[in-house]
């Protein structure tokens, strides 16, 4: 068996910083980018089908990660590789705000270098 990794992906609208929604994805992929091929293959084959239109449909024309998210669960079973899709939208909850940081802002002063 292949191992099984956690990929998140966050989504976010360009010209904001606030996440749209975090979907968690478990699955075997060697990789996020081969996760992502794999995703957009069985979207883009999956557009073609009466759910994929009627999903279509509800987004208005416009299917993006955001759609996906929610209809991520029915699409686990559909991917390659993808073992299970969960998703919620921080903005939404009240109890719960997620914000994109830089990795590497310090919050603290740099005293001195690590030795290596």
């Given at each position: 068996?292949?191992?099984?990794?956690?990929?998140?992906?966050?989504?976010?609208?360009?010209?904001?910083?606030?996440?749209?929604?975090?979907?968690?994805?478990?699955?075997t992929?060697?990789?996020?980018?081969e996760?992502?091929?794999?995703?957009?293959?069985?979207?883009?084959?999956?557009?073609?089908?009466?759910?994929?239109?009627?999903?279509?449909?509800?987004?208005?024309?416009?299917f993006?990660?955001?759609?996906?998210?929610?209809?991520?669960?029915i699409?686990?079973e559909?991917?390659?590789?993808?073992?299970d899709?969960t998703y919620?939208?921080?903005?939404?909850?009240g109890?719960?705000?997620?914000?994109?940081?830089d990795?590497?802002?310090?919050?603290?002063?740099r005293e001195s270098?690590?030795?290596d």
């Open positions: 068996m292949s191992q099984v990794s956690r990929t998140i992906i966050v989504t976010a609208v360009s010209d904001e910083r606030e996440p749209g929604a975090l979907v968690q994805i478990t699955h992929h060697a990789s996020s980018q996760l992502l091929a794999a995703i957009r293959d069985t979207v883009s084959d999956w557009a073609q089908t009466d759910e994929g239109q009627q999903a279509r449909a509800e987004a208005c024309g416009d993006n990660w955001g759609d996906f998210a929610e209809w991520g669960t699409l686990r559909k991917i390659p590789g993808v073992i899709v919620l939208y921080p903005a939404v909850n109890e719960l705000s997620a914000v994109i940081v990795h590497d802002e310090l919050l603290m002063e270098p690590c030795d």
